[in-house]
């Protein structure tokens, strides 16, 4: 009798479909041959070393700043905050589609989120740890910062908890510790697949160290997924509650423009919106150059676009929010804000951020161009555009013109500011660059899940 197990068609449309003539076996081998039999590509040599020149630009204008202090940047009074801020709520806000893949999705039981979950945890990660680089060397002395946590001291002196700047200390390390182990706890499975296909001894050490002794018995699968869910259950929170925090940086505070109530909901859809657009950003190449398009599908890049087109809306409706609250409340400074905005030195950047962020994403509305990877990463570069301009406008538009106009300034930022906003971007990168090359970049035991049920035909 000759059987063959072939993959039998879907129950649905709706169902996540693997092209036929893949089974348990060669979903395995296509994934883990890209960490482990797959030659590194001239091409990725080239990329890398961008990146790392970059990060070395980064620690150049870090030691650099060390050395002379935050008056290198551009930041003055009543500018105090500048870059530093921006690039810290920008990049927080990128983190989060990691989370929402991760987390909220497994809880919804989207299958759909298996074939992006891991670059996207891992995307959060190098986030978040880019993110957490500007608020510790704007505090003056990095050296000292220790002092945000809360730890017996001989002193006997706590952090001010009504601080906001203590509060994001507590909501991003903990988002960072709970997506570090969401991350390491997925890639379990995997590590120890890796271990048992290696040909080298000192990689089969390493990933047998990582895989932490990974059997695959029942036992093991049990404490996993009871693991893994109770970490999801713990991240799905976060993705409200960081942004929130960050959100409440400006809240709080009386400056016209940051002391409104729509901020958390806004920075929350913000976040997703930009961490989508990064989602995407990363996942189109990687499909194309590593011919991933079986497991990273159309649909996947539909869903992502449907996700941005969403948060978008709620973006836009914020803004509107905002203006609309801004001329009905009467308060002639929150005015001000608002024609400032429109009309101010910075206006061009204000119309910007609309055209970016409202207007050019309205064409994901049309079915072929959000199934188009080209239109989708030319759309998603805009949108990281337009939200980091967002923030800019937040920050600095709303602090350059203060209650006195005798306080009036501008803010210029220098070339220390732009060497460490790219050369987060670079570390960025190459964090990714060495994550696609070690790791698996795709869930292969969730990928196998995936599969329709086998029929066996004689």
Partial sequence: MDERIQPAAAENAQAPVIEPGYS???????????????????????????????????????????VRGIGIWGVTIPIGWGFAIVNFVWWIGIGHAGTLISAILLLLRQSWRNSINRFAEAMTLFAVASAGIFP???????????????????????????????WDV??????????????????????????????????????????????????????????????????????????????????????????????????VAGAIYSGFA?????????????RLE??????????????MLATGLIVAYGYIVEAFMGW?????????????????????????????????????????LRSSPLWLFLISGVVLVGMWLERFIIVVVSLHRDFLTSSWGMY????????TYIGTIGMFLAAMFLFVRVLPMISIFEMRTLLPEAEVKE
């Fill in 24 to 66: 348990f076996g060669t979903v395995t081998d296509k994934i883990s041959s890209i960490v482990l039999t797959r030659p590194t590509s001239n091409g990725w040599f080239f990329g890398f070393g961008i990146a790392f020149l970059l990060t070395m630009m980064l620690l150049y204008a870090i030691g650099y700043l060390f």
């Fill in 136 to 166: 510790l060397i704007h505090v003056g002395r990095p050296w000292l910062a220790y002092w945000l946590f809360p730890y017996p001291n001989t002193m006997r002196v706590w952090p001010q908890f009504r601080s906001p700047l203590i």
């Fill in 170 to 267: 507590f909501a991003v390390s903990t988002y960072a510790t709970i997506s570090l182990l969401f991350w390491f706890i997925g890639l379990i499975p995997d590590l120890a697949t890796l271990r048992d296909r290696a040909d080298s001894r000192a990689l089969q050490i390493i990933y047998g160290i990582l895989a932490m002794g990974w059997r695959g018995s029942a036992r093991h699968w049990h404490r996993y997924e009871t693991a893994y869910l109770l970490l999801a259950g713990l991240a799905t929170p976060l993705v409200l509650s960081v942004h929130t925090v960050v959100s409440f940086d400006f809240a709080i505070s009386i400056v016209p423009g940051w002391h409104t109530t729509i901020f958390p909901p806004y920075f």
């Fill in 278 to 290: 990064m989602v995407l950003m990363l996942a189109i190449p990687i499909r194309k150059i590593f």
């Fill in 294 to 307: 079986d497991f990273i599908t159309e649909r996947h890049l539909q869903n992502s676009a449907k996700v």
């Fill in 328 to 368: 009905y409340s009467g308060n002639r400074y929150d005015a001000f804000t608002l024609w400032n905005r429109l009309h101010g030195p910075y206006a061009f950047f204000y119309y910007m951020l609309l055209i970016c962020n409202i207007v050019i994403p309205q064409v994901l509305w049309i079915p072929k």
């Fill in 412 to 419: 210029y930022p220098t070339r220390w500011d732009w060497m």
